[in-house]
């Protein structure tokens, strides 16, 4: 199976600041049509994930673009521009290259 | 606007079964594959099991595979997750989602004595 890794696992952020995540797999998640696919989802308190990035970079609908991602092979990146208090919660990157699909450990948001 | 309601959920014993259902709206279900993914309490997310769009094609993770069934009516646009030899460690919230983009709420499965 692959593994994802993120980190950090949690950190607190002053509104207004840059937030940034990693997420490394134990393999290159780029297939041969030329995705990748790597997914960022956030769980806010009681919620279900919502997903926020699809194959690396892409914002879902309706998606702040303060949220972008980057990354290749198997080193990735979330990056928010300017954290705000809505964005508290736990982020999620997740493997669809290879069943079964793999998600990282989870990153907590919280507000300063 | 898509939406997923999942139902089912709930206590049962060791051994015992359960099925789970996930009635899909605004969108045309019997054109997406659609997965189950589990979360248990204070956990991380993994992975259940995903359906093709016509069903001809199931996948399931290692810890269920074998116990767990997951099929789909699509005349009903309904998903389903059937659930035999349930462990403890099965006990979760269980999301279905339309291809891992849309999630429903999801439905919570204790399993306990």
């Known amino acids: 199976d692959i593994v994802m890794t993120q980190t950090p696992l949690s950190l607190s952020v002053t509104p207004g600041q840059p937030a940034s995540i990693s997420c490394k797999s134990s393999?290159?998640?780029?297939?041969?049509?030329?995705?990748?696919?790597l997914y960022w989802y956030l769980q806010k308190p009681g919620q279900p994930p919502q997903l926020l990035i699809y194959?690396?970079?892409n914002r879902f609908s309706g998606v702040p673009d303060r949220f972008s991602g980057s990354g290749s092979g198997t080193d990735f990146t979330l990056k928010i521009s300017r954290v705000e208090a809505e964005d508290v919660g736990v982020y999620y990157c997740?493997?669809?290259?290879?069943?079964?699909?793999?998600f990282g450990q989870g990153t907590k948001l919280e507000i300063k | 606007q898509v939406q997923l309601v999942e139902s089912g959920g709930g206590v049962v014993q060791p051994g015992r079964s359960l099925r789970l259902s996930c009635a899909a709206s605004?969108?045309?279900?019997?054109?997406?594959?659609m997965h189950w993914v589990r979360q248990a309490p204070g956990k991380g997310l993994e992975w259940v099991a995903v359906?093709?769009?016509?069903?001809?094609?199931?996948y399931y993770a290692d810890s269920v595979k074998g116990r767990f069934t997951i099929s789909r009516d699509n005349s009903k646009n309904t998903l389903y997750l059937q659930m035999n030899s349930l462990r403890a460690e099965d006990t979760a919230v269980y999301y279905c989602?339309?291809?891992?983009?849309?999630w429903g709420q999801g439905t919570l499965v204790t399993v306990s004595s």
């Open positions: 194959e690396v970079s």
């Open positions: 605004g969108f045309t279900f019997s054109s997406y594959g």
């Open positions: 393999q290159s998640l780029l297939h041969s049509d030329g995705k990748t696919y």
């Open positions: 997740m493997q669809s290259i290879q069943l079964p699909y793999t």
């Open positions: 359906i093709s769009y016509d069903g001809s094609n199931k």
């Open positions: 989602a339309k291809d891992l983009e849309t």
